[in-house]
């Protein structure tokens, strides 16, 4: 954790702003960066690719569970996630944050330095943003990207399709589950829950390979495939055998009395990426076949709804 001394009260708003700036180095994309009233970016492909994304201590992290890097990557991974869904790649974001008074400065730098690291990932530039007092923590994030091929939607799925699916997958929710009772082993899975491992480089090669639909699975497998076959008009259909459940996945399930099935099929945050293909189409590397797409509508298992445990999170529900 970062030694820096006080709280965001003494350091106040421009005092922070100045010892998270050194974190943000800006890319060649960039033609104005933090510091004026807004960033200027150049988009070389001519089209903007946008997702914004709100985190809300208590609701989507909890500072017992994750450390506040930890919580930086999340909050990074999920936005660039849905733009890699789209066969794109993130180029820039900006970032607001809300803090109490008394929130350690330490706290927000090591924040801070969760999303640099993520964004640096893909090389994404943190280009401005904005802080204020709030009596929960919050952080919005909101990424701009774009695409070198077509851009993939969730409406092109067609009846004949095939399923697939590239990514770890049911490893946060059994990692939700384990720290859900107090427990914090086996810490692989834990540590899947606090920072998230989306396959960045396979939105843009499965958009190359013919990809007709996409989808980041971060509200559960089944419950974002059922968007898929909202959005095209179609049904689709998952073989669960299709899944090899990992150990520390079983392992959780053992000790917790559940299916680790539930885990994989229901479970989300891990920023997975779930896409249709022709059937015809070899699927690139790091993709696996998990099901079908047919005439019809709704999402089933094996032929067979699913009515083990909810499909998927909603808020407000």
Same mark, same amino acid.
């Given at each position: 954790?970062?030694?820096?001394?006080?709280?965001?009260? %003494?350091?106040?708003?421009?005092?922070?702003? %100045?010892?998270?700036?050194?974190?943000?180095?800006?890319?060649?994309?960039?033609?104005?960066?933090?510091?004026?009233?807004?960033?200027?970016?150049?988009?070389?492909? +001519?089209?903007?690719?946008?997702?914004?994304?709100?985190?809300?201590?208590?609701?989507?992290?909890?500072?017992?569970?994750?450390?506040?890097?930890?919580?930086?990557?999340?909050?990074?991974?999920?936005?660039?996630?849905?733009?890699?869904?789209?066969?794109?790649?993130?180029?820039? $974001?900006?970032?607001?944050?809300?803090?109490?008074?008394?929130?350690?400065?330490?706290?927000?730098?090591?924040?801070?330095?969760?999303?640099?690291?993520? @964004?640096?990932?893909?090389?994404?530039?943190?280009?401005?943003?904005?802080?204020?007092?709030?009596?929960?923590?919050?952080?919005?994030?909101?990424?701009?990207?774009? @695409? $070198?091929?077509?851009?993939?939607?969730?409406?092109? $799925?067609?009846?004949?399709?095939?399923?697939?699916? @590239?990514?770890?997958? +049911?490893?946060?929710? $059994?990692?939700?589950?384990?720290?859900?009772?107090?427990?914090?082993? !086996?810490?692989?899975?834990? %540590?899947?829950?606090?920072?998230?491992?989306? !396959?960045?480089?396979?939105?843009?090669?499965?958009?190359?390979?013919?990809?007709?639909?996409?989808?980041?699975?971060?509200?559960?497998?089944?419950?974002?495939?059922?968007?898929?076959?909202?959005?095209?008009?179609?049904?689709?259909?998952?073989?669960?055998?299709?899944?090899?459940?990992?150990?520390?996945?079983?392992?959780?399930?053992?000790?917790?009395?559940?299916?680790?099935?539930?885990?994989?099929?229901?479970?989300?945050?891990?920023?997975?990426?779930?896409?249709?293909? !022709?059937?015809?189409?070899?699927?690139?590397?790091?993709?696996?076949?998990? +099901?079908?797409?047919?005439?019809?509508?709704?999402?089933?298992?094996?032929?067979?709804?699913?009515?083990?445990?909810?499909?998927?999170?909603?808020?407000?529900?």
């Amino acid at each position: 954790m970062t030694q820096q001394p006080g709280t965001l009260a %003494e350091i106040g708003e421009f005092g922070l702003i %100045e010892a998270i700036r050194p974190l943000f180095p800006q890319g060649a994309a960039v033609e104005v960066g933090p510091g004026d009233d807004a960033a200027v970016v150049s988009v070389p492909s +001519g089209r903007v690719v946008l997702s914004t994304d709100l985190l809300v201590e208590g609701r989507h992290f909890r500072r017992d569970w994750s450390s506040a890097e930890d919580i930086g990557h999340r909050a990074a991974a999920a936005n660039m996630s849905d733009v890699n869904a789209m066969g794109g790649r993130a180029d820039s $974001a900006v970032v607001a944050f809300g803090g109490p008074a008394d929130l350690p400065v330490a706290w927000a730098v090591d924040l801070a330095r969760g999303i640099a690291d993520e @964004c640096a990932l893909v090389g994404a530039s943190v280009v401005g943003g904005d802080v204020t007092e709030s009596d929960a923590i919050v952080v919005s994030m909101t990424v701009l990207g774009s @695409c $070198a091929g077509p851009v993939v939607l969730r409406s092109g $799925a067609r009846p004949g399709d095939m399923v697939a699916l @590239c990514g770890r997958i +049911g490893w946060s929710a $059994a990692g939700w589950a384990v720290l859900g009772r107090g427990f914090r082993s !086996p810490r692989v899975v834990v %540590e899947a829950h606090r920072r998230p491992e989306p !396959p960045y480089a396979a939105g843009p090669e499965a958009a190359a390979a013919g990809a007709t639909a996409m989808i980041d699975v971060s509200d559960g497998l089944l419950a974002d495939l059922g968007h898929v076959a909202t959005a095209s008009g179609v049904a689709i259909d998952v073989r669960a055998g299709a899944f090899e459940i990992a150990e520390p996945l079983q392992a959780v399930g053992a000790a917790l009395g559940l299916d680790p099935v539930q885990f994989v099929l229901t479970g989300g945050e891990d920023h997975a990426l779930a896409a249709t293909f !022709p059937a015809e189409v070899e699927l690139p590397a790091g993709w696996m076949a998990i +099901g079908a797409v047919a005439e019809g509508s709704g999402v089933t298992v094996d032929g067979s709804a699913y009515d083990e445990v909810p499909s998927g999170h909603q808020h407000f529900r």
